[in-house]
């Protein structure tokens, strides 16, 4: 939920290292861990929400009927490197005209 985080779990045995005074091997070590770990959080979470989704979200738009499906958009946000093209522009255009109260696509 919202009041879930991702990172500072991960990375709290660097920063106490940090904190501590540890030394550069063994801070940057764990800056390493910290990181796959958050990796693998990061994606276990979006599995989580793409389940979430499918099953429960799916379902409630289509017991809404045919107009709710039709509201959902998708976007591909694959490539990190067309993430403004392929993600922020579309969707920043449909809440443009949704605000406006014009046809979305």
Same mark, same amino acid.
Not at 34 to 48: P, S, V
Not at 82 to 100: C, G, H, I, S, Y
């Given at each position: 939920g919202i009041w879930?985080?991702?990172?500072?779990?991960?990375? /709290?045995?660097? %920063?106490? $290292? #940090?904190? $501590?005074? !540890?030394? !550069? +091997? /063994? +801070? /940057?070590? *764990?800056? *390493? =861990?910290?990181?796959?770990?958050?990796? +693998?959080?990061?994606?276990?979470?979006?599995?989580?929400? @793409?389940?979430?989704?499918?099953?429960?979200?799916?379902?409630?738009?289509?017991?809404?009927?045919? /107009? $709710? &499906? =039709?509201?959902l958009y998708l976007?591909?946000?694959?490539?990190? =490197?067309?993430?403004?093209?392929? &993600? &922020?522009?579309?969707?920043?255009? #449909? @809440?443009? *005209?949704? %605000?406006?109260?014009e046809q979305r696509?």
């Amino acid at each position: 939920g919202i009041w879930q985080t991702i990172g500072y779990k991960q990375f /709290e045995p660097y %920063l106490n $290292a #940090l904190e $501590a005074g !540890a030394d !550069a +091997t /063994e +801070t /940057e070590k *764990l800056k *390493l =861990s910290g990181l796959e770990d958050m990796k +693998t959080a990061t994606r276990r979470y979006a599995n989580y929400q @793409t389940k979430w989704i499918r099953i429960k979200q799916m379902r409630r738009l289509q017991d809404e009927g045919p /107009e $709710a &499906v =039709s509201s959902l958009y998708l976007v591909d946000s694959t490539d990190v =490197s067309r993430f403004q093209t392929n &993600v &922020v522009d579309p969707a920043a255009k #449909l @809440t443009e *005209l949704f %605000l406006k109260g014009e046809q979305r696509p």
